[in-house]
């Protein structure tokens, strides 16, 4: 055979060029995602005119012209407004959440008993996080934990009366104590509560049914307040004379119904959802209606309509600061009610609490929406089309 | 044989208490004579606790007089009014601030919505922050900072802002010209009405020739020129008998004008814009269920992105948007409500001061819920029909 001189083939794969200096780096992402066209151009500009006429204003007010300590309004307000800050001057007053942080966290629970709602917090955050992290084992006896005990738990140091604790009434909680509880409360119930009407509303029998749908769709149709209203006034009539209820408990009875109706209508579409031939394989199984539902069904319908339960928890969260309604402070409510302190009156107060609260507001309801978007990631078994 | 006659023997239905439909109708006896019993319970303890109370019941109180006054009347109302105007002036505002925020909530929701979508990394970062702050504070918050962040805050009347078109803004509301209706202005009314008309009948008279001949007629500009075009011709024909009355400023307060209430101006304001945060998440969804496929089909077909837009992909992504839409009308509906916390007399407002001065607790919680499903119903029929406009028109 005839040598060929091979001399010439290249031995090794020629290096990449790098890519053309128009599709690389900031400028070509600039000229993508800001300048393509003059349509986009044009908003580019209105969109860096908004942030310019926005953020250094926000920042300037919210931390460098802000005041973060101080004994009583004179640090917030101007010369004019009787204060020792310069004419013209606009910053938030954080001296405010400051000195009634404690207000804002317990209302007026009593000062030296205030260990006891944050013994709870530590004891709900300690049972609550292995529970929320997959990996950590014994989920079921948590859940007991969380569910069982906890709220005896918390209901016997919250209230006290018994062990030696002094009693406190609940007229004397507030804060983001009532938010927290009425809500962690309210889930608990709301949950299994909104399954059995679910469950009722697609049972065969007629009167249930009936019974259900009334409930859920009468629930649904008015406003929340009105739910209030109906339970903080009208209770005390239905009950026999004498027999009074708890504000507390009303406004925890009046959210969890609210609630349940919502969660109802979550559920039902999950139950809806799950394809006839798993109600059927469950039946020709011979398992009983509760062992159909409990070990087939359920598990799967529940882990369908995952957002929509966090998102009716995300609702509920947000509709607990409608019971300042009934009088009752929880962290809205108390915010709202500082702002007639005279001590602290100013023109930068309200917005400054405000926005302190709806920052706490934020993170919960935050968490919680991106606490659902993970779970539902990691339960996603295809089944969705 | 045995097993033979084992056979032949009727089947063994077990224990009746087995069977499903008698162990239903027992449930379902079980249930209804509990209901019975508490509802009985109830009644009772009702009846009881009102004679104890010396509270009358019926709807007679209705024809009272109210003796409270309201601060946003839309119609004539005293406190020598009757309690039964009272609740519906309440009724009118809550159906003012639910109309006016559903417009500005939709028009919001859909351009923050569609913002989020867009190439552009500025603006859809902007969207997302206004989506992700608003869907996670209470509406009640968002209020209280409209009310007592802002508003109250403005500058007394005497060094009112002063914005365009002569209108005002200071502690007291929003100001601006009030139109003044002269002799002969129901000319120009009758000419919109007509106007509208006019447009409706081109339009299904340019569909039906663009259906027969594939020609197009420019149906929008004639439209705006009828509705508009109209009433201005009408306008100066009747001799401009329209004027404009307005705000002046005086010492302490401004006079003339129309003034909007800082009440209803936070409502308005907050409910638009923390409905419109649920409506854009709505809208976005709705534009990303169209599959890609239907851009590029539509393209390939030769269509220009504008016609693509609203012929192709506007048309699916309403499908999807319009349900979940109207429930987010019937919650800012429902938030209405929250009108009471500071102080504008909605429906709840009203009816909950009337429930106050009469004691009449049971009439008056059904009245509000009475009302608000009706409000509730109106609106999901409205929307049923658009919504059965839009749906697919399948075999």
């Given at each position: 055979?005839?040598?060929h ?14 890519a ?16 393509g ?57 954080w ?5 009634k ?6 209302g007026?629970y009593?000062?030296?008993e205030?260990w ?9 955050v ?42 406190v ?10 938010t ?8 608990a ?5 909104g ?19 009334i ?7 008015i ?11 009208m209770?005390?009539l239905f ?14 009875i ?44 359920l598990?799967?319908?529940l ?21 300042i ?7 809205l409510?108390?915010v ?6 005279a ?23 935050f968490?919680m ?17 | 044989?045995?097993?033979q ?19 239903g109708?027992?449930y ?9 019993v508490?509802?009985?319970w ?20 209705l024809n009272g007089?109210a ?8 119609i ?19 159906i003012?601030?639910?109309v006016?925020g ?10 923050v ?10 603006i ?10 608003f869907r ?7 209020i209280?900072?409209w ?28 100001y ?33 020739r ?9 149906v ?6 009828l509705?508009?075009g109209l ?24 006079t ?14 907050a409910?638009?814009?923390y409905?419109?945060?649920f ?21 390939a ?10 012929l192709?992909v506007v048309?699916q ?36 001061t009337?429930l ?14 009475v ?19 839009m ?5």
């Amino acid at each position: 055979m005839q040598e060929h001189d091979m001399s010439w083939v290249r031995t090794e794969m020629a290096l990449a060029e790098p890519a053309p200096a128009s599709v690389r780096g900031l400028g070509a992402w600039v000229r993508q995602n800001l300048i393509g066209s003059v349509g986009d151009a044009i908003l580019t500009v209105i969109g860096i005119a908004l942030v310019i006429m926005i953020l250094p204003q926000v920042i300037n007010w919210a931390f460098i012209n802000a005041q973060w300590t101080g004994p009583d309004r004179t640090v917030c307000a101007t010369v004019a407004q009787g204060g020792i800050q310069p004419d013209g001057w606009s910053g938030a007053c954080w001296a405010f959440v400051n000195a009634k942080f404690g207000q804002f966290m317990f209302g007026t629970y009593p000062v030296e008993e205030r260990w006891r709602p944050i013994l709870v917090a530590i004891l709900f955050v300690a049972l609550l996080v292995p529970m929320l992290v997959p990996r950590v084992p014994r989920k079921g006896l948590n859940a007991i934990l969380l569910f069982l005990v906890l709220p005896i738990v918390s209901f016997v140091l919250l209230i006290g009366g018994m062990f030696g604790l002094p009693h406190v009434e609940t007229s004397r909680w507030g804060g983001l104590l009532v938010t927290l509880s009425l809500s962690f409360v309210g889930i608990a119930v709301s949950l299994p509560l909104g399954t059995v009407l679910a469950l009722g509303r697609r049972s065969k029998m007629p009167i249930v049914k009936m019974l259900c749908i009334i409930f859920i769709e009468a629930v649904r149709g008015i406003p929340l307040i009105t739910v209030l209203f109906f339970v903080s006034v009208m209770l005390p009539l239905f009950l026999p004379a004498g027999v009074s209820f708890d504000k507390y408990l009303r406004a925890l009875i009046g959210v969890s119904l609210f609630a349940a109706a919502y969660m109802a209508e979550v559920v039902r579409g999950g139950l809806q959802a799950i394809p006839k031939g798993q109600y059927e394989g469950a039946d020709s199984l011979g398992l009983g209606y509760w062992q159909k539902m409990g070990l087939i069904v359920l598990p799967q319908a529940l882990k369908l309509v995952i957002p929509g339960i966090v998102n009716t928890f995300i609702g509920m969260f947000k509709d607990t600061s409608l019971v300042i309604i009934i009088s009752m402070f929880d962290l809205l409510g108390v915010v709202k009610q500082n702002f007639s302190d005279a001590n602290w009156a100013t023109p930068q107060t309200a917005r400054s609490g405000l926005i302190f609260a709806a920052f706490v507001f934020w993170l919960f309801c935050f968490g919680m929406s991106r606490y659902s978007m993970y779970t539902e990631r990691r339960l996603d078994t295809g089944h969705k089309r | 044989m045995a097993s033979q006659e084992v056979l032949r023997e009727e089947p063994s239905r077990g224990s009746f208490i087995n069977d499903p439909r008698v162990r239903g109708i027992f449930y379902q006896a079980v249930v209804v004579i509990v209901l019975v019993v508490s509802v009985w319970w109830i009644v009772q303890n009702v009846i009881d606790n009102l004679q104890r109370l010396h509270i009358a019941s019926g709807f007679g109180f209705l024809n009272g007089r109210a003796g409270f006054d309201i601060s946003d009347t839309p119609i004539a109302y005293t406190s020598d009014s009757t309690y039964g105007r009272a609740i519906i002036v309440g009724l009118i505002n809550t159906i003012i601030v639910a109309v006016a925020g559903i417009i500005t909530a939709t028009l919001i929701g859909f351009i923050v919505g569609i913002g989020r979508l867009s190439k552009n990394w500025l603006i859809s970062k902007i969207c997302t922050v206004y989506v992700e702050i608003f869907r996670n504070i209470p509406p009640l918050l968002v209020i209280f900072f409209w009310y007592s962040g802002v508003l109250a805050v403005l500058p007394a009347p005497r060094d009112s802002y002063n914005l365009p078109f002569g209108s005002y803004l200071n502690q007291r509301g929003f100001y601006f010209p009030r139109p003044v209706w002269g002799e002969g202005s129901w000319l120009i009314l009758v000419a919109f009405v007509v106007g509208i008309a006019m447009a409706w009948f081109v339009a299904r008279k340019a569909r039906q020739r663009q259906m027969a001949t594939g020609q197009q007629f420019p149906v929008f500009w004639t439209s705006v020129a009828l509705i508009v075009g109209l009433p201005l011709l009408a306008y100066a024909l009747s001799g401009f008998p329209l004027s404009f009355d307005f705000p002046k400023q005086s010492t302490f307060n401004l006079t003339g004008g129309f003034q909007v209430k800082p009440e209803f101006l936070s409502l308005y304001l907050a409910l638009s814009c923390y409905t419109a945060a649920f409506i854009a998440e709505i809208v976005r969804a709705g534009i990303r269920g169209v599959s890609k496929g239907q851009t590029e089909a539509a393209a390939a077909l030769g269509l220009r992105s504008g016609s693509i837009l609203r012929l192709v992909v506007v048309p699916q992504a309403m499908r999807i948007v319009i349900p979940p839409l109207t429930s987010q009308y019937l919650n800012l509906t429902k938030n209405s409500s929250l009108a009471i916390a500071i102080g504008y007399p909605d429906l709840t407002a009203t009816a909950g001061t009337v429930l106050n001065q009469t004691g009449q607790a049971v009439e008056g919680v059904l009245i509000m819920m009475v009302a608000y499903l009706i409000l509730s119903l109106v609106t999901s029929a409205v929307m049923n029909v658009v919504n059965a406009r839009m749906a697919l028109v399948e075999r």
